[in-house]
């Protein structure tokens, strides 16, 4: 019975990444065509621009080099494109941070294999979530004292405007300014641990 | 550290509620999401929806981690998108250093073949072709429909060996979230649409070769023959999926010893023939 291929456009991410994973002819290019936007953004919207191109380049080189480990180890049932951003975002911390340590120009993959450990590779899916609460806990650590308790009782506590207004001795109209700004002050700081989430402002 | 906005702007960013909500999740739920669930998040984070809709649309990003994830997956899409294009000389370089090398080095390749490699070939010519001719039966048969994945659809009428430790949530606690590799099953998500087809191959008896891809990759098991038992309770489930594109099923491998009491189900395993369990999700 002769099978018809499916086109990659229609394929799911699970069938995409297992065609990389056994080398079907072409899976490479429909991973790239699909997903090589996304990276490029995440990468860009950390690096605000800067070694752009190489640490993308980088990171390709990286992956083919690993015979994809980092997509052997995306969890099935979970976003890929999630998956790829926690991966870009320890790539991209590693890169920086072996750039620092050098003090020199990193120039390919064999000047980048010893940044290529675990860190990057051993995110689950299931972090996803986990990775992003840590980001908002620490972008709440570095608000106001005032800031951080409206944050908290809207965000984590669940109360409602009344009884936060009453915690804080505050009419309903100065509570309601006061936590649009603690919120919109919290959001900057959640944006710049996590700016690939937000669209660009450039 | 400052968190306040820089002077001069004294009017607050507006304030992004999809964002909050996703920060807020708690993680305690892990509900697969239905298609209208779907549809009001993609219509909240396309700013699609009415102030009523939306507080039902943050409720659900905040309780459920799969809800919350769907709306990182677009925000990421969304932003990706307004985000600029890959330049095309990186797209060339990393597309090319992707590419195995061509056949340009055949002829070199072939010149180079000594008086011995020549006979080596010869030999492995004549093995193939006997190999051709031995195994043509084998490949007719599989051309014939009656291909290595069978599949086979049965009620079950005792799902206690499927139930599994780590399906039980308490409350106040996030799911048991247990290594997948000491599970005895996997948990999978399929296209809907291959899972229609299996359900209507099962009926027939017929073969399924496009759930291949899905089942787990062993030493040896391209050798054998394989055949996956379908849980009838999936048709039900399937049919109230409400046109979702994926859907999350569970996989058992009944070779896998921990599987025995799931094998009272299927029956005896024949000798040198993979065997799964395809069932539903709870």
């Known amino acids: ?202 | 550290m400052n968190a306040r906005p820089p002077d001069g702007s004294d009017e607050p960013e507006a304030v992004d509620q999809v964002m909050l909500a996703v920060l807020s999740n708690r993680g305690r739920d892990a509900t697969v999401l239905s298609a209208d669930q779907e549809r009001l998040l993609d219509d909240w984070v396309a700013g699609r929806l009415a102030p009523a809709d939306e507080e039902r649309a943050a409720a659900l990003v905040r309780q459920n981690t799969l809800a919350a994830e769907r709306v990182l997956e677009l925000r990421l899409q969304a932003a990706t998108s307004e985000s600029p294009p890959v330049p095309q000389h990186l797209t060339a370089q990393i597309l090319k250093a992707s590419t195995p090398p061509k056949a340009s080095t055949r002829g070199a390749w072939w010149r180079s073949l000594g008086r011995w490699q020549w006979t080596g070939i010869a030999g492995a010519a004549a093995l193939a072709s006997i190999l051709v001719v031995a195994g043509l039966p084998v490949l007719q048969q599989l051309m014939s429909g009656g291909g290595p994945l069978q599949v086979a659809m049965v009620p079950i009428s005792d799902r206690s060996p499927l139930f599994e430790a780590s399906d039980i949530r308490m409350r106040g606690t996030p799911p048991q979230q247990g290594d997948p590799a000491e599970q005895r099953f996997r948990d999978i998500e399929v296209p809907t649409a291959i899972l229609r087809s299996l359900l209507a191959k099962a009926a027939a008896g017929g073969a399924a070769p496009e759930l291949e891809p899905y089942l787990p990759k062993s030493s040896g098991a391209g050798d054998q023959s394989a055949r996956v038992i379908i849980d009838a309770a999936l048709k039900e489930k399937l049919e109230a999926s409400d046109g979702r594109p994926q859907m999350m099923v569970r996989l058992y491998d009944l070779k896998d010893p921990r599987t025995a009491n799931v094998r009272e189900i299927s029956g005896p395993l024949p000798d040198g023939e993979r065997q799964y369990l395809l069932t539903v999700k709870p």
């Open chain 1, 1 to 202: 019975m002769a099978k018809s291929p499916v086109p990659p456009t229609e394929l799911s991410d699970v069938e995409l990444v297992d065609n990389v994973l056994r080398g079907a002819p072409g899976a490479i290019d429909a991973f790239y065509h699909r997903h090589s936007r996304l990276i490029y953004h995440c990468i860009r919207s950390r690096t605000g621009g800067q070694d752009v191109d190489d640490i993308f380049q980088a990171f390709f080189e990286r992956l083919l080099k690993s015979g994809f480990r980092a997509l052997q180890l995306w969890q099935r049932g979970s976003s890929l494109p999630v998956y790829l951003s926690s991966v870009i975002r320890n790539f991209v911390t590693d890169f920086h941070r072996s750039k620092r340590l050098r003090e020199e120009a990193v120039g390919g993959t064999l000047e980048l294999e010893p940044l290529s450990g675990g860190e990057a590779e051993t995110i689950t899916a299931t972090t996803h979530l986990k990775e992003l609460r840590h980001i908002g806990i620490r972008a709440w650590a570095v608000l106001e004292a005032r800031d951080r308790r409206l944050v908290c009782d809207r965000l984590h506590r669940d109360l409602d405007n009344e009884t936060i207004a009453n915690r804080m001795k505050l009419s309903m109209g100065t509570l309601r300014t006061a936590m649009s700004r603690a919120q919109a002050r919290y959001l900057v700081q959640v944006r710049q641990l996590a700016p690939e989430f937000f669209p660009d402002r450039a």
